[in-house]
């Protein structure tokens, strides 16, 4: 395989073109590979989930399980493949990805649950003995999964040799991560079936010295309820590294605490904003609840066409409808994220 302008050419490689890009790198970039494993293994279902309309997710490729390749975005576009992350390396911390890396999707089902006898993915459909690994993950025991689909020889040869290319072309590249290490508390892909320390060697790219370590989360008990002493950011992960995702909590502003990871508790904040209409299925079935998100990801904003002032909610989220404004709702909701415990009073 090779890259000529900013294309992956080879024998088994196609292209289906996705319009979820946002512009060209800067300076420097792309300098990461980012490897996923897309949580199925169809190579078609995945192309075709990722350019569905309102999925908001795209790649630079996908590796089908006989090692075909479909690219889905030009090596000089950025895509949105990494979602909320970040990662310390020796000289940096980074605390964002998708502008600095490309995306390696690998039609792979991921962990698989074992019941009796049989291995089950997340489909419910059961998985042959033979394409099932056994393996601790690295991120364990946050993830506790023990049995992962297998990748085969020609998915593993096809990444190794797309890498290998993209190095070539572009000097800048100097880490191979997969997603579960940029985004620790909520991936956990590639996984331990992929070999992502041999690509790293064979590639001649930085390898991590050790994983970082891992942070318990302690659940607190039901109903417990936290004081902001200051205003606190409110990020999306436990480290000042992870994105604020909603306006930031008042001093004295009370929080329902949820759980606490080192020095931060996850807490649930009240956020009042519009949304549009017609992404709101009206439920009047009891006195709380009257409205449910109908859509994949709905952006809640500060007014009508206002900006975004929290992360998107997501299908079946509950919100309280208290105002309307034309094709607009203006509603009341929680969302969940971290503050720094260190300004937080519990009471």
């Given amino acids: 395989m090779e890259i000529k302008k900013n294309k992956l050419v080879g024998d088994n490689v196609s292209y289906a073109p996705t319009t979820k890009t946002s512009g060209k790198y800067g300076e420097g970039a792309p300098d990461t590979i980012i490897i996923h494993y897309t949580g199925g293994n169809n190579l078609k279902a995945a192309v075709n989930w990722l350019n569905k309309k309102g999925v908001q997710a795209s790649a630079h490729m996908v590796v089908g399980r006989e090692g ?12 949105w493949h990494a979602g909320t992350s970040g990662y310390q390396f020796p000289d940096e ?13 690998i039609a792979n089902d991921g962990y698989l649950s074992k019941i009796d006898t049989k291995y089950i993915n997340s489909f ?10 056994e393996g601790e993950h690295r991120n364990y025991p946050r993830v506790r999964a023990k049995y992962w689909h297998t990748y085969t020889d020609e998915q593993i040869k096809a990444v190794y040799e797309i890498c290998a290319a993209i190095i070539k072309e572009y000097p800048t590249i100097k880490y191979i991560l997969g997603h579960e290490e940029i985004a620790p508390t909520r991936k956990s892909d590639p996984g331990p079936a992929f ?21 318990i989360r302690e659940k607190l008990p039901l109903g417990t309820v936290g004081i902001a002493t200051t205003v606190i950011n409110f990020r999306s992960g436990p480290a000042t590294t992870y994105d604020t995702i909603a306006e930031t909590v008042q001093k004295d502003e009370k929080v329902l605490v949820l759980s606490k990871i ?11 904003g519009w ?13 709380i609840t009257d409205g449910i998100v109908n859509a994949n990801l709905l952006n ?18 509950k919100v309280k409808i208290v ?10 909701t929680r969302v969940s994220g971290w503050v720094y415990g260190k300004y937080i009073k519990i009471v």
């Fill in 68 to 79: 075909e390749v479909v690219q889905m975005a030009d090596l000089n576009e950025i895509t």
């Fill in 93 to 105: 911390t980074r605390t964002t990805f998708n502008k600095y890396s490309i995306g390696i999707e």
């Fill in 124 to 133: 419910k459909k059961e998985v042959a003995k033979e394409f099932v690994f």
């Fill in 195 to 215: 070999p992502l320390d041999d690509l790293r060697k064979k590639m001649k790219v930085w390898i991590p010295t050790k994983p970082e370590p891992e942070k």
């Fill in 262 to 272: 080192d020095k931060w508790y996850e807490v649930e904040q009240d956020i009042e």
């Fill in 275 to 287: 949304v549009s209409k017609k992404f709101i299925d009206r439920d009047d079935s009891d006195s």
């Fill in 300 to 317: 809640i904003r500060s007014k009508p066409e206002g900006d975004k002032i929290a992360k998107p909610l997501t299908k079946g989220h």
């Fill in 323 to 332: 105002d309307r404004d034309g094709e607009w709702y203006k509603v009341e």
